[in-house]
């Protein structure tokens, strides 16, 4: 139960159901989509709550490895029973609840700092796992892992791309050295353009999260934090989640609420601030939450709207002000005609990259699909990767489709990709390249390799 969550919190509540057991995690998560009616054919895993990249090497291994034996092992029917261990893991049922008014409170569910003897896997183990997902029934086709800036270096972009990651997950929080200097984060902004710059050197999607009303912030000062997001070439993330600060009883923030030193905004400056930064959020990146899933009950003051991104994004209509990024720009589940889109290409400048973003777009410039190809400018301090483009993303949007099925006028499984991937090839001839790699998942192996890539060590290669 890592600091950064609640134990009231779904995703929290459904690890500790399955006694933090990533098998049956995985496999029970896997029963209530089906049981709902989404397709299971296609996953993307995420593994969140806390810095990933402080476990030892052996139990990130095993962790992973339980998550694609449940992918492997998944049959349709009934929930799979949590098995005990054979090692009693240290839970006392009884002072098994949360505390009212205590933060992260869950008393008797601390593991010890030894590591329990099962729970070590060898590279070995989670590789033949990995292979035999590659044809399973529910392929894993991305892989997302949560780290600290300053976890990142050329060993830890490796790693994580052994275990098959092809998306991070990154707590950016602040861009402001003083103000990540007054929250105690542990590293300032050069951390974090470092780690940019490693992430997307390696290929990997980055996934960062953004926090406005820490501590010492004001309003104005959030919104030049987030211009610099985007405007400094050391940043532009691909994805993002923003979250205002909340207020939770227990935590060192109190004491400063108490003390009049720091308070949460108010709905009106909150939606002041929503109407200056979403707008300038820019068409290559997606927007994937705006507000933790805190309860309301554990927020002490301050915003307690779940839906508060539906209120921002009214009040930017009502503005008149257009919004570009890609969640609010998705197809969803509209029928397309393929004949009918539109490609376009957006270009931009990272500190060591030149992006293309391309997208077929809808009349009315809703997406359904793009591609996030990388051109390195220096030379990368990855052996496999020296001198190669890199496409870091394929993304078809619209109604989810099994492995195998037909489009039937959705835009999967329409051609898309295959188109996406022949301009991309032309972009890099053009531009010079030879090869063109791609940071395939473990589910998608198969689609590269039928489309002329051939498996290395870490990626897949196109020579063209």
């Known amino acids: 139960m890592p600091k950064s969550y609640l134990f009231s919190e779904p995703g929290a509540q459904r690890a500790h159901d399955n006694k933090f057991d990533p098998y049956y995690q995985t496999y029970n998560r896997l029963v209530s989509y089906e049981k709902t009616g989404h397709p299971i054919s296609k996953v993307e895993l995420i593994i969140l709550g806390g810095t990933w990249s402080s476990y030892p090497e052996a139990y990130q291994v095993w962790f992973v490895k339980r998550c694609f034996d449940a992918m492997n092992d998944y049959k349709s029917g009934e929930y799979a029973s949590y098995l005990k261990p054979k090692i009693e893991m240290p839970y006392d049922e009884k002072k098994l609840s949360r505390l009212s008014g205590s933060y992260n409170a869950v008393v008797g569910l601390s593991r010890n700092e030894k590591r329990h003897i099962e729970e070590t896997a060898s590279w ?88 406005l009303n820490l501590y010492g912030a004001t309003p104005e000062s959030d919104i030049q934090d987030f211009e610099k997001l985007f405007g400094d070439l050391a940043y532009r993330p691909d994805e993002l989640k923003i979250y205002p600060c909340s207020l939770i009883e227990g935590t060192e923030l109190m004491g400063l609420f108490n003390e009049k030193k720091w308070r949460p905004y108010t709905e009106n400056e909150l939606i002041h601030i929503f109407k200056a930064i979403l707008p300038k959020v820019p068409r290559y990146c997606r927007i994937t939450r705006i507000v933790r899933d805190i309860s309301g009950d554990d927020i002490v003051a301050g915003n307690k709207k779940t839906n508060f991104r539906q209120i921002a994004e009214a009040e930017i209509e009502k503005a008149g002000d257009l919004l570009n990024e890609i969640r609010y720009r998705e197809i969803r589940n509209e029928k397309v005609d393929v004949n009918d889109l539109v490609f376009k290409t957006t270009e931009y400048s990272t500190s060591n990259t030149k992006e293309y973003f391309l997208e077929y777009v809808t009349g009315n410039d809703k997406i359904a699909a793009f591609l996030r190809l990388s051109l390195p400018l220096k030379e990368g301090r990855i052996e496999e990767i020296k001198n190669s483009a890199m496409i870091r993303e394929i993304h078809v949007y619209g109604e989810s489709i099994s492995v ?50 051939s498996l290395g060590t870490l990626y897949q290669h196109l020579e063209l």
């Open 404 to 453: 195998g099925q037909n489009a039937g006028g959705r835009a999967q499984h329409s051609g898309l990709g295959k188109m996406l991937l022949r301009k991309a090839s032309a972009i890099c001839k053009d531009a010079g390249f030879r090869r063109l790699s791609v940071i395939s998942s473990v589910g998608t192996r198969g689609y590269y390799s039928d489309n002329g890539f």
């Open 124 to 211: 070995e183990d989670l590789f033949k796992a990995h292979l035999k997902n590659v044809d399973a029934r529910c392929r894993c086709t991305g892989l997302v892992l949560e780290t600290r800036p300053d976890e990142i270096d050329r060993g830890e972009i490796v790693r994580m791309r052994r275990l098959g990651a092809t998306k991070v997950q990154i707590g950016v929080q602040s861009l402001n050295d003083k103000i990540l200097d007054m929250n105690k984060r542990g590293h300032n902004s050069a951390k974090t353009a470092e780690a940019f710059a490693l992430l997307r050197e390696a290929g990997f999607k980055i996934h960062a999260h953004w926090m």
